[in-house]
């Protein structure tokens, strides 16, 4: 047996695949951690599967590599790198570093030619080796030696190529890859191939001619006049094609086999890492804390039932439903477990969805149920005709009000943060990557009877912390029933309006084309206005405009510089513009596309209840609270979303400066409780008290500086945030922010209070007792403790302006009940609440909404809200 094994990994690639597979995840400092989370994953996978001899992983050094020599064009449309992802680059470098795994990069070579070489040299030397990526280029790389991994799903599915399983997919050899690239392309690295030519032309040509050269010489063999045409007309960019997508074998690559054995990790380093990035639940992973993968479980007794006897479930009961699915509301479920002081029940789905029993049971508001994700087993439920009623108690919310920075992946890892640990996590029990299967329900059974075990032994230890905390009533007037309001706005979804949505993707294409048209005009030539290295070369070298930043790779284009120089020549603002419209196209207009159910027309958001540290909810599949309303082309994007029947409008209501009077309450600064009282325009009030002038004299400029530093605040903003968003000097900027304080001394007297309460707490609370903890509030490291201090400041505010939303969401639900109303709560975007409704009940929405928002808590300020209504979410703003 060969021992020597090398794994090859492409950073960049699986690093793209994890950030955008996951969600968008912070630990306690802010840092984004979602691409370094999945990337350790899939390191703790190969470790364990491959158990290699040999590692590296590959980056690439820059955006512009030998191959650009040939096509100044390639991976010129690619979007740029987001910057919650630039920023988890230099983490994930850490944590290789931390587990002993070399890493590599070449200038003005890719990732993908560094793997070429060593694998090669690694063939040579009678390795195994396995390469793993998202980028199926590296397939090419395939032989006797070499399996090629390529992620499919995320970074958990993977696909394995072999020479066999390339030969069965497509009909050819994997050296035969590069000829099919070279006749289709790859518009993922811009590479233009033959137009017209797919996959499906390019194989079955290759499958008669073997190669792309001896296709090219037998064109006039060909059938199809069409294709035999295109062929003659683009050979020559078809071997470039190929050429391009050609992996470098022989490149000019320093490191040596023998400086990439691999002999194990520093558990303390990788431990520390985990702890500073949030990771709690792989801590166990690597022998950290407690070793519950190794744990031995206690037998437990459970009865696998058929259906259901009410008499045994008829007090509380820990009741939790089975899916793994993320896209709840079509999964399958994989079965449900009861538990209480007398049972311990397992029932499949197939017995409880065909009982009559179980439906009684679960409808029956009397026999309450103790779950995990309220919200989740609500909707999945509903899609099976299964109304969940009698929620008492939801040990996933609970966990979250608790201790929100806590990583929540599983009841195990719950269970675990709260002292219990007999049960295993979802990935040991159904196994991770390719290893992943789904048991038969007899081997599932008690997997699931622990799960609602935990529940059932962890209410009562929750319910002590939420009252000692003092957040029982956050638990169980605003968040627990928050839940199933939420439930309800999933099920219900929002109705797209398919054709218009097409037709404005058509507008925003032949906008894009002309702005095109413009820069290429004002450069003087055609270039890609997608490469910042030929952007770079046509503004500071032909255009010759100041050079604010340079990057290894050349001058940087980035969004920041172009600001700046904005002013400097009109052909600025045409590629900012042809830059939001460009995303605007490709995220909110092909995204929303993919997303809407096809039988309704609608779109089903899914609500993150337990994820943000403020409190506020956000949004995902697809994303509702983003869409960007500054451009008018994005507030365009509004006007897809439709009511969901005839004669029903769009009616939207949003609190006017909510956070602003939230400080004015919380800081109790006289003028500013005074301003909101007498119903005064606050950014002029405030410019009024800064600039000493009266209100006849203040500029539109003042109020502009005003409004900046008014909401700065808010989100603790420093000297230098200012001076950037205002295009000021810092030392203007800190005067400005100096003055405001003086001007409202409660609001300063806030600020200083509050950070010392939370370095005498470790956390800050909202109105409401939700709780954020700060554990960098007395760290040594300055930016560290400043920007601890920074949260601390506005976390009250901005997590007391969600909890106020939220009540104003149960008590407009209690409100259309009361009233007897058809109208429906669709979305809660930030500050807004948007319904659809009949049209015959809009005046008495006009009349209740402002009341029931404006109501829901008391406050030394007025709260103010403004409605308005229309035929789409866009003519309701």
Partial sequence: ????????????????????????????????????????????????????????????????????????????????????????????????DAYGIPRYELENYEADDIIGTL??????????????????????????????????????????YTPAHIQAKYGITAERIIDMKGLMGDSSDNIPGVPGVGEKTALKLLKEYETLENLLQSIEQVNGKKLKEKLDEFKNQAIMSKELATILREAPVEIQ????????????????????????????????????????????????????????????????????????????????????????????????????AFKKWAEDETNKKIVYDAKKSEVSLRHHGIHLKGITFDVLLASYLINPSE?????????????????????AFYGKGAKRKIPADDVRAEHLVRKAMALHVLKSKLDDSLENNQQAALFYDLELPLSLILADMESEGIKVDLQRLKNMGTELLEKLAAIESRIHELAGEAFNINSPKQLGVILFDKIGLPVIKKTKTGYSTSADVLEKLESEHEIIKEILQYRQLAKLQSTYIEGLLKVVNKETDKVHTRFNQALTQTGRLSSTDPNLQNIPIRLEEGRKIRQAFVPSEEDWVIFAADYSQIELRVLAHIAGDEKLISAFKEDLDIHTKTAMEVFHVEKDDVTSNMRRHAKAVNFGIVYGISDYGLSQSLAISRKEAGQFID?????????????????????????????????????????????????????????PIQGSAADIIKKAMIDMADRLQKEQLKTRLLLQVHDELIFEAPKDEVDILKKIVPEVMENAVELDVPLKVDYSFGPTWFDAK
Avoid: C, W
Avoid at 293 to 310: A, F, H, R, S, V
Avoid at 407 to 420: E, R
Avoid at 768 to 787: A, C, K
């Fill in 119 to 160: 694998s090669l040299q690694a063939e040579k030397d009678g390795f195994n080796v396995k390469v793993i990526s998202g980028d199926k280029d590296l397939t090419q790389l395939s032989s006797e030696q070499t399996t090629v991994a390529i992620t499919k799903k995320g970074i958990t599915e993977i696909e394995e």
């Fill in 739 to 795: 003055r405001y304080l003086k001007s409202y001394p409660g609001v300063k007297q806030y600020m200083d209070d509050i950070i010392q309460e939370a370095k005498q707490n470790g956390y800050v609370s909202t109105l409401l007792h939700r709780r954020r903890y700060l554990p960098e509030i007395t760290s040594r490291n300055f930016n560290l403790r400043s920007f601890a201090e920074r949260t601390a400041m506005n976390t």
């Fill in 407 to 427: 990583t929540i992946d599983d009841v195990a890892s719950v269970a675990k943060s709260h002292g219990y640990t007999a049960l295993q996590t979802d990935d």
């Fill in 257 to 356: 086999l023998s400086q990439i054995a691999y002999d194990g990790f520093d558990q303390e380093k990788v431990i520390r890492l985990f702890k500073d990035l949030g990771f709690n639940s792989l801590l166990e992973k690597i022998g950290g804390d407690v070793e519950a993968e190794q744990l031995e479980l206690e037998e437990l007794e459970y009865t696998i039932i058929d259906d259901l006897d009410l008499e045994m479930v008829k007090d509380e009961s820990a009741f939790y439903v089975e899916m793994l699915e993320d896209n709840y509301h079509y999964a399958d479920i994989l079965g449900f477990s009861i538990v209480n002081d007398k049972v311990n029940y397992f029932i499949s789905t197939e017995n409880a969805l065909q009982s009559t």
């Fill in 1 to 96: 047996m060969n021992e020597k094994k090398l794994v090859l990994i492409d950073g960049n690639s699986i690093a793209y695949r994890a950030f955008f597979a996951l969600p968008l995840l912070n630990n306690d400092k802010g840092i984004h951690t979602n691409a370094v989370y999945g990337f350790t994953m899939m390191l703790m996978r190969i470790m364990e599967d491959e158990k290699p001899s040999h590692i590296l992983v590959a980056f690439d050094a820059g955006k512009t590599t030998f191959r650009h020599k040939t096509f100044t064009e390639y991976k010129g449309g690619r979007q740029k790198t987001p910057p919650e992802l630039s920023e988890q680059f230099p983490v994930i470098r850490e944590l290789l």
